[in-house]
T-cell receptor
């Protein structure tokens, strides 16, 4: 069974600091990888995704993530965070199932607090 | 464009009372539908998924049930709520077939408090 680990549960940064949130997954086959974000009071939304091709993917609001297959990792990065990046971030991995079902497994989430 | 709505947004219910949370998707057909529960520090736990009308699969044994009476309608229910059913429930959908990449589209969520 697939699993996802996010090692940072709560991160506090000052504005303009660089961000890297770790995500490791376990699954032996081909996977699609996602980062979702939940801003305070808002619903979960997709930040970026990796399906294939260039392992460095860029998402909204200046975020990027790098898929390193040998390390089973998909870390999220941003060179300079803003106060508006305060949110909870979830890494997720999906693997094809049967009958049109895609099993998506989420990590436990990382709460990012950016201090002005 | 596709939209997903779930209601009610908040709900306070006594122990032993029934529950019904509803979710509808618009702008697409034959979606896969999901119910997740989000708990602080525990991420999102998949409760139920459905690949078609009347087809429900449960990921974890629990006090809840789900139904899909129509293609774009997904309902989460309980006959008798427990205190442990309190939480934040999220409905989501994905495309089916070749359009399905695993990308989930989430509703606004329903916060349930059982007293």
């Amino acid at each position: 069974a697939q699993s996802v680990s996010q090692h940072n549960h709560h991160v506090i940064l000052s504005e303009a600091a660089s961000l890297e949130l770790g995500c490791n997954y376990s699954y032996g086959g081909t996977v699609n990888l996602f980062w979702y974000v939940q801003y305070p009071g808002q619903h979960l939304q997709l930040l970026l995704k990796y399906f294939s091709g260039d392992p460095l993917v860029k998402g909204i609001k200046g975020f990027e993530a790098e898929f390193i297959k040998s390390k089973f990792s998909f870390n999220l990065r941003k060179p300079s965070v803003q106060w508006s990046d305060t949110a909870e971030y979830f890494c997720a991995v999906n693997a094809p199932g049967s009958g049109g079902y895609q099993k998506v497994t989420f990590g436990t989430g990382t709460k990012l607090q950016v201090i002005p | 464009s596709q939209t997903i709505h779930q209601w009610p947004a908040t709900l306070v219910q006594p122990v032993g009372s029934p529950l019904s949370l509803e979710c509808t998707v618009e702008g697409t057909s034959n979606p896969n539908l999901y119910w997740y529960r989000q708990a602080a520090g525990r991420g999102l736990q998949l409760l139920f998924y459905s690949v078609g009308i009347g087809q429900i699969s449960s990921e974890v044994p629990q006090n809840l049930s789900a139904s899909r009476p129509q293609d774009r309608q997904f309902i989460l229910s309980s006959k008798k709520l427990l205190l442990s059913d309190s939480g934040f429930y999220l409905c989501a959908w994905t495309h089916r077939g070749n359009r399905n990449t695993g990308e989930l589209f989430f509703g606004e969520g329903s916060r349930l408090t059982v007293l």
